[in-house]
């Protein structure tokens, strides 16, 4: 999944709960358990870009990605 965010963006701010735990069970499909040393990495990047936005999903994301890895049988469901 790419998104392409830029600084100040509003879409950065319509982005929903569901969208965030789509990109983290996507992460762990693809990365397993580097899922979320990749959603970390991609927050220090738009961090060093001063991207608070960028950086904001991204942390948010890395949230979802650990959440899942600690309740493992929840990472294939979907909301409702």
Given at each position: ?80
């Amino acid at each position: 999944m790419k998104v392409k965010l830029m600084q100040g963006n509003i879409f950065q701010s319509q982005v929903q709960k569901i969208d965030i735990y789509r990109a983290a069970n996507l992460l762990l499909k693809k990365h397993g358990n580097e899922a979320l040393i990749i959603a970390q990495e991609k927050e220090l990047s738009f961090m060093e870009k001063q991207d608070d936005a960028g950086s904001s999903l991204w942390h948010k994301i890395g949230n979802a990605v650990n959440w899942m890895q600690i309740n493992p049988d929840l990472s294939g469901e979907t909301c409702h």
